[in-house]
Protein backbone atom coordinates (compact mmCIF):
# COMPACT_ATOMS: atom_id res chain seq x y z
CA UNK A 1 0.00 0.00 0.00
CA UNK A 2 2.69 2.17 0.86
CA UNK A 3 4.47 1.32 -2.29
CA UNK A 4 1.31 2.22 -3.89
CA UNK A 5 1.39 5.64 -2.82
CA UNK A 6 4.95 6.43 -2.89
CA UNK A 7 4.54 5.94 -6.71
CA UNK A 8 1.54 8.17 -7.28
CA UNK A 9 3.27 10.79 -5.36
CA UNK A 10 6.19 10.96 -7.92
CA UNK A 11 3.61 10.81 -10.50
CA UNK A 12 2.49 13.86 -8.85
CA UNK A 13 5.66 15.48 -8.69
CA UNK A 14 6.39 14.71 -12.71
CA UNK A 15 2.64 16.08 -13.51
CA UNK A 16 3.81 19.28 -11.69
CA UNK A 17 6.77 19.59 -13.18
CA UNK A 18 5.62 18.83 -16.83
CA UNK A 19 2.60 21.38 -16.39
CA UNK A 20 5.26 23.65 -16.29
CA UNK A 21 8.04 23.09 -18.79
CA UNK A 22 4.84 22.95 -20.68
CA UNK A 23 3.33 26.66 -19.50
CA UNK A 24 6.32 28.54 -18.70
CA UNK A 25 8.73 27.05 -21.35
CA UNK A 26 8.98 27.26 -25.12
CA UNK A 27 10.25 24.63 -27.04
CA UNK A 28 13.20 25.27 -28.98
CA UNK A 29 12.39 25.21 -32.63
CA UNK A 30 12.51 26.81 -35.75
CA UNK A 31 11.31 30.06 -37.69
CA UNK A 32 7.66 31.17 -36.52
CA UNK A 33 4.95 30.90 -39.27
CA UNK A 34 3.72 34.00 -40.46
CA UNK A 35 0.11 34.78 -40.56
CA UNK A 36 -0.80 31.19 -42.10
CA UNK A 37 -4.36 31.31 -42.85
CA UNK A 38 -6.57 28.87 -40.84
CA UNK A 39 -9.44 27.08 -41.39
CA UNK A 40 -12.24 26.63 -38.15
CA UNK A 41 -14.10 22.67 -38.34
CA UNK A 42 -17.37 22.83 -36.55
CA UNK A 43 -19.31 19.47 -36.37
CA UNK A 44 -22.32 19.66 -35.10
CA UNK A 45 -25.42 17.83 -34.34
CA UNK A 46 -28.39 19.15 -32.24
CA UNK A 47 -26.60 22.53 -31.52
CA UNK A 48 -29.15 25.03 -32.24
CA UNK A 49 -29.07 26.54 -28.58
CA UNK A 50 -25.41 27.16 -28.83
CA UNK A 51 -23.75 27.39 -32.30
CA UNK A 52 -24.76 31.34 -32.63
CA UNK A 53 -22.50 31.72 -29.74
CA UNK A 54 -19.64 30.01 -31.27
CA UNK A 55 -19.86 31.75 -34.43
CA UNK A 56 -20.31 35.55 -32.19
CA UNK A 57 -16.63 34.45 -30.40
CA UNK A 58 -15.49 33.36 -33.76
CA UNK A 59 -16.44 36.69 -35.11
CA UNK A 60 -15.16 38.71 -32.77
CA UNK A 61 -11.17 37.48 -32.95
CA UNK A 62 -8.26 39.77 -33.54
CA UNK A 63 -6.70 37.38 -36.21
CA UNK A 64 -8.06 39.41 -38.90
CA UNK A 65 -11.45 38.16 -40.76
CA UNK A 66 -9.60 37.69 -44.02
CA UNK A 67 -7.20 35.17 -42.70
CA UNK A 68 -9.31 32.35 -41.59
CA UNK A 69 -12.27 30.39 -42.57
CA UNK A 70 -15.27 28.93 -40.76
CA UNK A 71 -16.21 25.44 -42.32
CA UNK A 72 -19.69 23.89 -40.16
CA UNK A 73 -20.45 20.60 -40.75
CA UNK A 74 -23.90 19.20 -39.97
CA UNK A 75 -24.40 15.79 -38.82
CA UNK A 76 -27.76 15.12 -39.61
CA UNK A 77 -29.05 17.29 -37.11
CA UNK A 78 -32.68 17.33 -35.84
CA UNK A 79 -33.18 20.83 -35.03
CA UNK A 80 -32.52 24.01 -35.96
CA UNK A 81 -29.06 24.12 -36.03
CA UNK A 82 -28.97 24.40 -39.97
CA UNK A 83 -31.42 27.39 -39.92
CA UNK A 84 -29.56 29.16 -37.15
CA UNK A 85 -26.63 28.87 -39.06
CA UNK A 86 -27.69 29.93 -42.01
CA UNK A 87 -29.59 33.25 -40.52
CA UNK A 88 -25.88 34.00 -38.95
CA UNK A 89 -24.33 33.88 -41.96
CA UNK A 90 -26.44 36.06 -43.61
CA UNK A 91 -26.30 38.91 -40.87
CA UNK A 92 -22.38 38.13 -40.59
CA UNK A 93 -21.24 38.26 -44.45
CA UNK A 94 -17.37 39.54 -43.62
CA UNK A 95 -17.24 36.01 -42.19
CA UNK A 96 -16.08 33.40 -44.31
CA UNK A 97 -18.56 30.51 -43.52
CA UNK A 98 -19.00 27.03 -45.24
CA UNK A 99 -22.57 25.31 -43.92
CA UNK A 100 -21.69 21.28 -45.21
CA UNK A 101 -24.72 18.47 -44.69
CA UNK A 102 -23.70 15.15 -44.27
CA UNK A 103 -24.80 12.60 -46.68
CA UNK A 104 -26.62 9.80 -45.43
CA UNK A 105 -23.94 7.01 -46.07
CA UNK A 106 -21.64 9.20 -43.39
CA UNK A 107 -22.42 9.72 -39.46
CA UNK A 108 -20.53 10.38 -36.79
CA UNK A 109 -18.16 13.21 -35.83
CA UNK A 110 -15.10 11.52 -37.50
CA UNK A 111 -16.92 11.76 -40.99
CA UNK A 112 -17.71 15.13 -40.01
CA UNK A 113 -14.53 16.30 -39.41
CA UNK A 114 -12.93 14.98 -42.51
CA UNK A 115 -15.86 16.30 -44.62
CA UNK A 116 -14.70 19.68 -43.36
CA UNK A 117 -11.10 19.16 -43.52
CA UNK A 118 -11.49 18.09 -47.84
CA UNK A 119 -13.27 20.88 -48.09
CA UNK A 120 -11.41 23.55 -46.07
CA UNK A 121 -9.01 25.97 -47.76
CA UNK A 122 -6.61 26.59 -45.08
CA UNK A 123 -2.97 25.68 -44.23
CA UNK A 124 -3.93 24.98 -40.45
CA UNK A 125 -7.06 22.77 -39.63
CA UNK A 126 -8.67 24.30 -36.41
CA UNK A 127 -11.40 22.35 -34.86
CA UNK A 128 -14.09 23.06 -32.10
CA UNK A 129 -17.32 22.13 -30.58
CA UNK A 130 -20.66 23.64 -31.22
CA UNK A 131 -21.52 24.26 -27.74
CA UNK A 132 -17.87 26.16 -27.10
CA UNK A 133 -17.22 29.94 -26.52
CA UNK A 134 -13.82 31.21 -27.69
CA UNK A 135 -11.87 34.23 -26.51
CA UNK A 136 -11.01 36.95 -29.16
CA UNK A 137 -7.16 36.11 -29.26
CA UNK A 138 -7.96 32.00 -29.75
CA UNK A 139 -6.62 31.92 -33.06
CA UNK A 140 -4.08 34.57 -32.75
CA UNK A 141 -2.59 32.06 -30.30
CA UNK A 142 -2.60 29.21 -31.87
CA UNK A 143 -0.94 30.72 -35.11
CA UNK A 144 2.10 31.77 -32.13
CA UNK A 145 2.25 28.33 -31.32
CA UNK A 146 2.76 26.79 -35.00
CA UNK A 147 6.61 27.42 -35.33
CA UNK A 148 8.10 25.40 -38.95
CA UNK A 149 8.39 22.42 -36.97
CA UNK A 150 5.38 22.35 -34.97
CA UNK A 151 2.58 19.82 -36.48
CA UNK A 152 0.20 19.48 -34.09
CA UNK A 153 -1.24 22.30 -31.26
CA UNK A 154 -2.92 21.36 -27.73
CA UNK A 155 -5.62 23.91 -26.41
CA UNK A 156 -7.07 23.68 -22.94
CA UNK A 157 -10.31 23.73 -22.47
CA UNK A 158 -12.15 24.72 -19.39
CA UNK A 159 -15.75 24.09 -17.96
CA UNK A 160 -18.21 27.40 -17.61
CA UNK A 161 -19.74 26.59 -13.90
CA UNK A 162 -23.26 27.94 -12.98
CA UNK A 163 -21.85 28.22 -9.23
CA UNK A 164 -23.77 24.42 -8.56
CA UNK A 165 -21.95 22.05 -6.51
CA UNK A 166 -22.50 19.69 -9.26
CA UNK A 167 -20.82 22.01 -11.89
CA UNK A 168 -17.60 23.06 -10.09
CA UNK A 169 -17.27 19.71 -9.43
CA UNK A 170 -17.10 18.79 -13.07
CA UNK A 171 -14.63 22.02 -13.44
CA UNK A 172 -11.87 20.38 -10.83
CA UNK A 173 -12.06 16.75 -12.19
CA UNK A 174 -12.38 18.16 -15.99
CA UNK A 175 -9.13 20.14 -15.08
CA UNK A 176 -7.39 16.81 -14.19
CA UNK A 177 -7.62 15.55 -17.36
CA UNK A 178 -6.62 18.81 -19.19
CA UNK A 179 -3.52 19.38 -16.98
CA UNK A 180 -2.45 15.27 -17.14
CA UNK A 181 -2.40 15.91 -20.94
CA UNK A 182 -0.74 19.17 -20.78
CA UNK A 183 2.05 17.53 -17.81
CA UNK A 184 2.64 14.37 -19.93
CA UNK A 185 2.90 17.01 -23.36
CA UNK A 186 6.04 18.79 -21.39
CA UNK A 187 8.00 15.64 -21.03
CA UNK A 188 7.46 14.76 -24.92
CA UNK A 189 4.86 12.32 -24.01
CA UNK A 190 1.61 13.04 -25.82
CA UNK A 191 -1.13 11.65 -24.04
CA UNK A 192 -4.52 13.43 -24.21
CA UNK A 193 -6.04 16.35 -25.74
CA UNK A 194 -9.28 17.56 -26.63
CA UNK A 195 -10.79 18.02 -29.74
CA UNK A 196 -12.67 21.26 -28.86
CA UNK A 197 -9.47 22.89 -29.13
CA UNK A 198 -6.75 21.16 -31.20
CA UNK A 199 -4.98 22.64 -33.93
CA UNK A 200 -2.82 20.55 -36.68
CA UNK A 201 -1.41 21.16 -40.55
CA UNK A 202 -3.58 20.05 -43.07
CA UNK A 203 -0.88 18.31 -44.96
CA UNK A 204 -0.10 16.18 -41.24
CA UNK A 205 -3.69 15.32 -41.42
CA UNK A 206 -3.12 14.07 -45.16
CA UNK A 207 -0.01 12.21 -44.11
CA UNK A 208 -1.68 10.16 -41.33
CA UNK A 209 -4.38 9.43 -43.39
CA UNK A 210 -6.84 11.37 -40.75
CA UNK A 211 -8.81 9.30 -38.68
CA UNK A 212 -8.16 6.12 -40.53
CA UNK A 213 -7.75 2.85 -38.61
CA UNK A 214 -9.94 4.42 -35.70
CA UNK A 215 -13.56 5.12 -37.34
CA UNK A 216 -15.31 2.00 -35.51
CA UNK A 217 -14.80 3.32 -32.08
CA UNK A 218 -17.48 6.29 -31.57
CA UNK A 219 -15.49 8.77 -29.45
CA UNK A 220 -11.46 9.35 -29.49
CA UNK A 221 -11.34 11.08 -32.84
CA UNK A 222 -8.90 13.36 -30.79
CA UNK A 223 -6.55 11.38 -28.58
CA UNK A 224 -5.68 8.19 -31.54
CA UNK A 225 -5.42 10.86 -33.98
CA UNK A 226 -2.59 12.81 -31.62
CA UNK A 227 -0.91 9.82 -31.31
CA UNK A 228 -0.69 8.58 -35.13
CA UNK A 229 0.70 12.49 -35.78
CA UNK A 230 3.29 11.98 -32.65
CA UNK A 231 4.34 8.24 -33.84
CA UNK A 232 5.60 10.71 -37.33
CA UNK A 233 6.32 13.69 -35.86
CA UNK A 234 7.38 13.04 -31.90
CA UNK A 235 9.36 16.49 -31.43
CA UNK A 236 6.23 18.41 -33.48
CA UNK A 237 3.63 18.29 -30.72
CA UNK A 238 2.83 21.57 -28.80
CA UNK A 239 0.74 22.76 -25.99
CA UNK A 240 -0.69 26.25 -26.42
CA UNK A 241 0.49 27.92 -23.13
CA UNK A 242 -1.53 31.08 -24.17
CA UNK A 243 -4.46 31.74 -21.46
CA UNK A 244 -6.23 33.31 -24.59
CA UNK A 245 -6.28 30.32 -26.25
CA UNK A 246 -8.23 28.44 -23.64
CA UNK A 247 -11.73 27.16 -25.18
CA UNK A 248 -14.93 27.19 -22.65
CA UNK A 249 -17.66 24.59 -22.99
CA UNK A 250 -20.84 24.16 -20.22
CA UNK A 251 -20.73 21.65 -17.53
CA UNK A 252 -23.21 19.08 -18.05
CA UNK A 253 -26.42 19.92 -16.97
CA UNK A 254 -27.51 16.32 -15.42
CA UNK A 255 -26.28 13.77 -14.11
CA UNK A 256 -27.44 11.70 -17.11
CA UNK A 257 -25.44 13.81 -19.56
CA UNK A 258 -22.39 13.68 -17.53
CA UNK A 259 -22.53 9.40 -17.04
CA UNK A 260 -22.96 9.13 -20.77
CA UNK A 261 -20.10 11.68 -21.34
CA UNK A 262 -17.86 9.75 -19.52
CA UNK A 263 -18.91 6.33 -20.09
CA UNK A 264 -18.23 7.22 -23.96
CA UNK A 265 -14.67 9.02 -22.83
CA UNK A 266 -13.72 6.19 -20.58
CA UNK A 267 -14.60 3.33 -22.99
CA UNK A 268 -12.13 4.53 -25.50
CA UNK A 269 -9.70 3.49 -23.45
CA UNK A 270 -9.75 0.19 -24.02
CA UNK A 271 -8.75 1.06 -27.73
CA UNK A 272 -5.74 2.53 -26.65
CA UNK A 273 -3.24 -0.91 -26.24
CA UNK A 274 -0.28 -1.27 -24.68
CA UNK A 275 1.89 1.94 -24.00
CA UNK A 276 2.30 5.07 -21.69
CA UNK A 277 -0.85 5.89 -21.75
CA UNK A 278 -2.46 2.94 -21.34
CA UNK A 279 -0.07 2.34 -18.13
CA UNK A 280 -1.09 5.64 -16.87
CA UNK A 281 -4.70 4.73 -16.82
CA UNK A 282 -4.26 1.01 -14.96
CA UNK A 283 -2.27 2.77 -12.23
CA UNK A 284 -5.18 5.60 -11.84
CA UNK A 285 -7.17 3.11 -11.43
CA UNK A 286 -5.28 0.52 -9.34
CA UNK A 287 -4.62 4.25 -7.26
CA UNK A 288 -7.92 4.87 -6.44
CA UNK A 289 -9.15 1.11 -5.33
CA UNK A 290 -6.40 1.87 -2.62
CA UNK A 291 -7.35 4.71 -1.25
CA UNK A 292 -10.78 3.59 -0.78
CA UNK A 293 -9.20 -0.03 0.36
CA UNK A 294 -7.00 2.15 2.50
CA UNK A 295 -9.45 3.55 5.65
CA UNK A 296 -10.67 -0.49 5.43
CA UNK A 297 -7.26 -1.75 6.84
CA UNK A 298 -6.65 1.05 9.55
CA UNK A 299 -9.96 0.18 10.73
CA UNK A 300 -8.78 -3.29 10.67
CA UNK A 301 -5.76 -2.96 12.40
CA UNK A 302 -3.85 -4.05 9.61
CA UNK A 303 -2.42 -0.86 9.22
CA UNK A 304 -2.16 1.89 11.16
CA UNK A 305 -4.08 5.17 11.18
CA UNK A 306 -1.17 7.51 11.43
CA UNK A 307 0.30 6.06 8.57
CA UNK A 308 -3.59 5.87 6.47
CA UNK A 309 -3.85 9.77 7.15
CA UNK A 310 -0.52 10.68 6.59
CA UNK A 311 -0.34 8.92 3.15
CA UNK A 312 -3.90 10.83 2.93
CA UNK A 313 -2.44 14.30 3.59
CA UNK A 314 0.60 13.74 1.52
CA UNK A 315 -2.02 12.74 -1.88
CA UNK A 316 -4.11 16.12 -0.72
CA UNK A 317 -1.32 17.89 -1.09
CA UNK A 318 0.29 16.99 -3.18
CA UNK A 319 -2.50 16.99 -5.82
CA UNK A 320 -3.67 20.62 -4.78
CA UNK A 321 -0.17 22.20 -6.19
CA UNK A 322 -0.13 20.21 -9.51
CA UNK A 323 -4.44 20.92 -9.60
CA UNK A 324 -4.61 24.33 -8.56
CA UNK A 325 -2.62 26.55 -10.99
CA UNK A 326 -4.37 24.13 -14.14
CA UNK A 327 -8.02 24.86 -12.64
CA UNK A 328 -6.77 28.71 -12.85
CA UNK A 329 -5.19 28.82 -15.94
CA UNK A 330 -8.41 27.17 -17.42
CA UNK A 331 -11.09 28.96 -15.66
CA UNK A 332 -9.08 32.25 -13.91
CA UNK A 333 -10.38 30.84 -10.22
CA UNK A 334 -10.22 27.97 -8.27
CA UNK A 335 -12.50 26.03 -5.61
CA UNK A 336 -10.89 24.88 -2.57
CA UNK A 337 -13.84 23.36 -0.83
CA UNK A 338 -15.11 21.78 -4.05
CA UNK A 339 -11.56 19.99 -4.03
CA UNK A 340 -11.36 18.65 -0.68
CA UNK A 341 -14.99 17.41 -1.16
CA UNK A 342 -13.81 16.21 -4.60
CA UNK A 343 -11.11 14.12 -2.02
CA UNK A 344 -13.91 12.06 -1.24
CA UNK A 345 -16.06 11.48 -4.40
CA UNK A 346 -13.01 11.38 -6.76
CA UNK A 347 -12.02 7.34 -6.08
CA UNK A 348 -15.22 6.24 -6.27
CA UNK A 349 -15.90 7.84 -9.49
CA UNK A 350 -12.65 6.05 -10.91
CA UNK A 351 -13.15 2.81 -10.05
CA UNK A 352 -16.99 3.15 -11.28
CA UNK A 353 -16.80 4.77 -14.36
CA UNK A 354 -13.71 2.56 -15.01
CA UNK A 355 -15.46 -0.87 -14.79
CA UNK A 356 -18.72 0.49 -16.01
CA UNK A 357 -17.18 1.50 -19.32
CA UNK A 358 -16.74 -2.10 -20.15
CA UNK A 359 -20.24 -3.07 -19.52
CA UNK A 360 -22.21 0.03 -20.38
CA UNK A 361 -23.00 1.81 -23.71
CA UNK A 362 -23.69 5.27 -23.82
CA UNK A 363 -25.83 7.67 -26.31
CA UNK A 364 -24.44 10.73 -27.73
CA UNK A 365 -27.07 13.23 -29.26
CA UNK A 366 -30.38 10.86 -29.66
CA UNK A 367 -27.85 8.32 -30.63
CA UNK A 368 -26.57 4.78 -29.55
CA UNK A 369 -22.77 4.48 -29.12
Same mark, same amino acid.
Given at each position: ?????????????????????????????????????????????????????????????????????????? &????????????????????????????????????????????HAKGEIMVTTDGD??????????IAAAFDDDAQLVV??????? &????????????????????????????????????????????????????????????????????????????????????????????????????????????????????????????????????????????????????????????????????????????????????????????????????????????????
Amino acid at each position: MVMVFGAYYMLLVFLCLGWWRSVKLRAASGHQVSQPFISVIIPVRNEADTIAHLLDSLAQQDFGCKNFEVVVVN &DHSVDKTEGVVNAWTKENPEISLALLNQDAEHHGKKAALTGGIGHAKGEIMVTTDGDCVVQPGWLSSIAAAFDDDAQLVVGAVGLQE &DRSLFSTLQVMEFASLVGTGAATLGWGIPTMCNGANLAFRKSVFEEVNGYQGSEHIASGDDEFFLRKVASRHPRGIRFNNQSVGVVETHASKSITDFFSQRIRWAGKWKAHGAGFSAALAFFIFVFHNSTILLPVLAGLGILSWTVALSLLAAKVLLEAVFLFPVVRFCTGKIYPLTFLMLQFIYPFYVVCFGLAANFLSAEWKGRKI
